[in-house]
């Protein structure tokens, strides 16, 4: 892996012949009837191959030469147009990669030459190595919604059940996102509340409690997709959606802070304090520390 820097991921996957393939190689090994085994080649056969085909040094053709160029440019345009992101940049390190694959592949072959088709083989290789990192769909359900089955309390009222199941379905609907989607809403939202920070300490010379109130959120961010809503049972959709995503940015990623809006009591004053009590539409200011991905 270090001569050609190849990577690839194996994955752990349940498959009946190949476990029991596997089980049962591993018993004649320990049993050690492995010697019983019909192979096409003997271990001395394979080690004089490579011994040979060692004393080959291939030179590339021109044709192979562009070839490679191009895979090389093929490789690094796509790398700078993807918008995922890849385990490593595209540089001249996976160029060398290319010409010292093509040349083993040449070698391969006892070939004094490295074609075009030696070329494809390697760009082939490489190309299926490059881990892209695909990032998990984000999860919005919270604790809330462990059992989406519960009939919610209705307060002695009557409640149709078909209401009920729609409320229910409701509930069930846009709880996740991807994670390209969930980091441009992200990016949004704090561009969008340093700006108003700024613009508010600017203007009012206020402190660092120059943020905005998680309703007024929520308003402009509705403001910004009324184009995507329809009717009312979109914008509780959207204003659900926008809500838990503010609560994932407050309490799982501490991209944002919540501020309370209530004062603090003086030490003399004899006020009980419910300290379970949180406060409905606290004030959110992005955490300091934090850089937007734009």
């Known amino acids: 892996m270090s001569r050609f820097d190849l990577f690839y991921v194996l994955i752990d996957e349940c498959s009946e012949v190949v476990d029991y393939a596997i089980a049962k190689k591993i018993v004649e090994i320990h049993?050690?009837?492995?010697?019983?085994?019909?192979?096409?080649?003997?271990?001395?056969d394979i080690l004089t191959y490579i011994g040979f085909a060692r004393q080959f040094k291939p030179q590339i053709t021109i044709e192979?030469?562009?070839?490679?160029?191009?895979?090389?440019?093929?490789?690094?345009?796509?790398?700078?147009?993807?918008?995922?992101?890849?385990?490593?940049?595209?540089?001249?390190?996976?160029?060398?990669?290319?010409?010292?694959?093509?040349?083993?592949?040449?070698?391969?072959?006892?070939?004094?030459h490295v074609t075009t088709k030696h070329v494809s083989e390697a760009f082939n290789l490489l190309n299926k190595s490059i881990i892209r990192v695909e990032q998990p769909d984000v999860n919005l359900n919270d604790d809330d919604y462990d059992d989406?089955?519960?009939?919610?309390?209705?307060?002695?009222?009557?409640v149709d059940p078909a209401e009920g199941s729609e409320k229910r379905s409701l509930t069930k609907k846009k709880l996740t996102l991807s994670f390209d989607e969930y980091k441009r809403i992200t990016n949004m939202l704090v561009v969008y509340l340093r700006n108003e920070e700024e613009k508010r300490i600017a203007e009012r010379g206020l402190g660092e409690d120059g943020g905005?109130?998680?309703?007024?959120?929520?308003?402009?961010?509705?403001?910004?997709?009324?184009?995507?809503?329809?009717?009312e049972t979109e914008l509780l959709e959207k204003k659900s959606f926008i809500e838990k995503i503010l609560d994932r940015l407050i309490y799982n990623d501490n991209v944002l802070i919540a501020l309370s809006q209530h004062p603090k009591p003086l030490q003399s004053e004899n006020v009980e304090l419910d300290l379970d009590e949180e406060d409905d539409d606290p004030v959110l200011v992005v955490h300091p520390n934090f850089k937007p991905d734009i």
């Open 64 to 112: 192979a030469s562009n070839k490679l160029v191009a895979a090389y440019t093929e490789l690094r345009q796509r790398d700078s147009q993807s918008s995922t992101k890849s385990t490593w940049r595209i540089t001249v390190r996976q160029l060398e990669s290319l010409i010292r694959l093509s040349e083993a592949m040449a070698k391969m072959e006892c070939s004094d």
């Open 148 to 158: 989406l089955n519960t009939v919610p309390e209705t307060d002695g009222m009557d």
């Open 31 to 44: 049993s050690y009837m492995e010697d019983t085994i019909e192979t096409m080649y003997s271990q001395e």
């Open 212 to 231: 905005l109130l998680r309703s007024d959120i929520i308003n402009w961010y509705l403001e910004k997709i009324e184009d995507q809503i329809n009717d």
